[in-house]
């Protein structure tokens, strides 16, 4: 069995992680939103350096989408974009940074972070031929990826299918339990919603993007651009978007 800072981890049905606290914890997690590496922006890294010294998080949980792998899009391929080598070696190089930054991770599994497996499924490589996560990203033991992670009662995806504004009331009433999503850059938001019996809270963490990267020029057509910033919850009972500054 795997463990997060002592803590076991469960593996369930429907690609859960339930992270195991102690009695009486009240846990401060944080949630880092989608950073699309190497298109992450510039300032990122100092940023979650600074959210890391100030919060002190107890869990840190990255939503998703860490690189972009646009190299790997079915999408149109952009001619001035960096090749596929070029792209996979600069986002090992900014991972790494990350790696330091944030020793022991807890990953949701994203339409962008799992591009090497959608191509391979494509071109019918069998799923036992393929590395792990761990080996194509040559992340640290301490990573581990699932698609839903629940802490304390938060559900925490990476937040595809779903988009638009109305993402994170879509995830709540889904889930039935308060969610922490990212996959959405352009909107970053917490809600809150009771009926008689309990609480819960949706939040979209934003993203971490470079809004100026080649990766992202499609949206120069669009008007809204994303939303920069990480998520806070804390005790499992309350959420906070913590704009990048």
């Known amino acids: 069995m795997k463990h997060y800072g002592g803590r076991p981890l469960h593996r369930e049905p429907h690609g859960v992680l339930r992270v195991e606290h102690f009695p009486g914890e009240e846990l401060t997690v944080l949630a880092i939103p989608d950073l699309h590496i190497p298109f992450h922006h510039p300032d990122a890294f100092r940023f979650l350096k600074d959210v890391r010294d100030e ?17 790997l899009s079915f999408h149109e391929k952009n001619p001035d ?5 070029d792209e996979y070696e600069a986002a090992l190089e900014g991972l790494k940074k990350l790696y330091e930054i944030f020793p022991e991770v807890l990953v949701n599994t994203s339409n962008h972070g799992s591009r090497f497996y959608r191509v391979a499924h ?26 839903r992670i629940i802490i304390q009662d938060v559900c925490y995806l990476h937040g595809d299918p779903k988009s638009g504004a109305n993402a994170t009331r879509g995830w709540m009433t889904d889930n039935k339990m308060s ?10 938001q917490v809600i809150y919603s009771a009926d008689p019996f309990k609480r819960i809270f949706g939040m979209n963490a934003g ?9 992202f020029k499609y949206g120069s057509i669009y008007p809204n651009k994303a939303t920069l910033g990480v998520g806070i919850v804390r005790a499992g009972k309350e959420a906070h978007f913590i704009p990048m500054r």
């Open 55 to 71: 919060m002190k998080p107890d869990i840190v949980v990255c939503l998703g989408d860490e690189v972009e792998l646009a190299c």
């Open 179 to 188: 969610t922490v999503h990212g996959h959405c850059h352009c909107w970053a």
């Open 122 to 147: 494509a071109a019918g490589i069998p799923s036992r031929a393929m590395k792990s996560y761990h080996e194509l990203l040559e992340a640290p033991a301490t990573w581990t990826w699932a698609q």
């Open 207 to 215: 993203a971490l993007i470079d809004p100026e990267a080649l990766a």
């Open 81 to 85: 974009a960096p090749s596929a080598k």
